[in-house]
């Protein structure tokens, strides 16, 4: 969502020439498709990433010269064999297809609005039929009740409304088509304003969440202290209605102030957030919990499997950067919908991995400089 951000951040500048999108992934990739590059008219630099780091040299040096002719789809390669023209190190061991397009087009600004806007809260489907074979480019733009916003010439409503249902595919007919939801940034409330909750707000920020800071003190509810947020407000529980709290949210409560925080509790469990943590002890949480379930008059047990407290996962480390990273990973995966173990190689999984092929594929690759300089890419090409 960061990545979204800066984008039309340097869209918006004026400064745009080409934009690269993910568009398809064949095997293990660092990026997956949707995400983007944007690169400028002056000296190479560029916004956005579309690998770990080994292509983006090559693509954006390149790029301008790649859309000459207009809108074009190149394949890289990121495994090694005796067969490869142009193995990159990505480490990844599979294939991406980029779409090149240049900046300035009635697709490209469509595509700019609609990012745009979805930062402010709104939501899109856009489709693009990627260029080759015997397609051609084209783009279409999605309001949240499936209306036309965009659509460049020459396209039907028929084709425009048989691709919205479904997901990115490929046929002989259309080529291949990228559908994308745009969704609005994860939203994050902030409930207190002291020192603790200002490494949360910046951890949030960076991940391109929307956050919003409420206290009823006014002398922390203030905006100089949380330059990161969206909004800094000054409100108690029972105005929990001018936060416009919903079930999407993640919330994390830290007043450090009981009575505060059994009246936000209270105010904000009947809503069920999608991640609601509750700072404190366990002892203090319960306390908490058990007054608020009175307050509401919500069953103890529905209460309990509302929040997360004491809150954040169990990180170790002191002080409130750590507690932040604690509290963020926690509401993170969970809005994610991947909270509950980590990721770890066993005996067996290396024994199978080793099994299907050898170490060539990445340790002879180098990092974004081609073996033979001949683009293994044709237009078009996904199958």
């Known amino acids: 969502m960061m990545e979204r951000r800066q ?84 480490g990844c061991g ?19 609005r609609a990012l745009a806007a979805s930062l402010e809260g709104e939501e899109f489907t856009v489709i693009t039929w990627l260029p080759g074979g015997v397609a051609s480019f084209a783009r279409a733009v999605l309001d949240l009740e ?33 559908v994308e939801r745009l969704l609005a940034p994860q939203r994050l409330v902030v409930l207190g304003a002291g020192d603790d909750a200002k490494p949360l707000v910046r951890m949030a920020a960076l991940l391109g969440w929307s956050v919003l800071v409420a206290d009823g003190r006014a002398q922390l509810a203030r905006p100089e202290r949380f330059p990161e947020a969206q909004l800094v407000a000054i409100a108690q529980g029972h105005e929990v209605g001018l936060l416009d709290i919903s ?18 509790l209270a105010a904000v469990l009947p809503i069920a957030p ?28 529905d209460c309990c499997e509302r929040i997360y407290a004491p809150v954040g996962l169990d990180l170790g480390g002191d002080g409130p950067e750590a507690i932040a990273l604690a509290v963020l990973s ?41 073996v033979i300089p001949v683009v293994n890419a044709v237009a078009g090409q996904f199958e």
């Open 7 to 90: 984008i039309v951040r340097a869209a918006q500048q004026g400064d745009a020439e080409v934009l690269v999108t993910l568009v398809r992934v064949e095997g293990s990739s660092y990026r997956q498709p949707g995400a983007r590059l944007l690169t400028s008219c002056s000296g190479g630099a560029y916004t956005g990433m579309i690998s770990g780091g080994c292509l983006e040299a090559e693509v954006v040096r390149k790029a301008a010269w790649r859309v000459r002719g207009g809108p074009v789809v190149e394949r890289y390669s990121t495994l090694y064999d005796d067969t490869a023209d142009i193995p990159f190190g990505l």
């Open 94 to 112: 599979g294939a991406v297809d980029l779409l090149f397009e240049a900046a300035g087009t009635p697709e490209f600004e469509a595509l700019m």
């Open 146 to 178: 499936g209306g036309v916003v965009f659509a460049s010439a020459g396209l039907a409503p028929m084709q425009i409304e048989t691709a919205r249902k479904e997901s990115s595919h490929w046929n002989a007919a259309t080529g291949f088509v990228l």
């Open 247 to 264: 079930a999407a949210d993640a919330v994390v409560l830290m007043t450090h102030s009981y009575e505060q925080d059994r009246e936000w």
């Open 274 to 301: 999608r991640y609601f943590g509750v700072l404190g002890a366990k002892h203090r949480s319960s306390l908490l919990v058990s007054e608020a379930a009175t307050m509401t008059g919500l069953p103890l047990a």
């Open 330 to 370: 926690e509401a993170h995966a969970r809005c994610m919908g991947k909270l509950g173990k980590s990721l770890r190689l066993s005996v067996d999984d290396v024994a199978s991995q080793v099994e299907s092929g050898g170490v060539s594929r990445y340790a002879q690759a180098q990092c974004a400089v081609p």
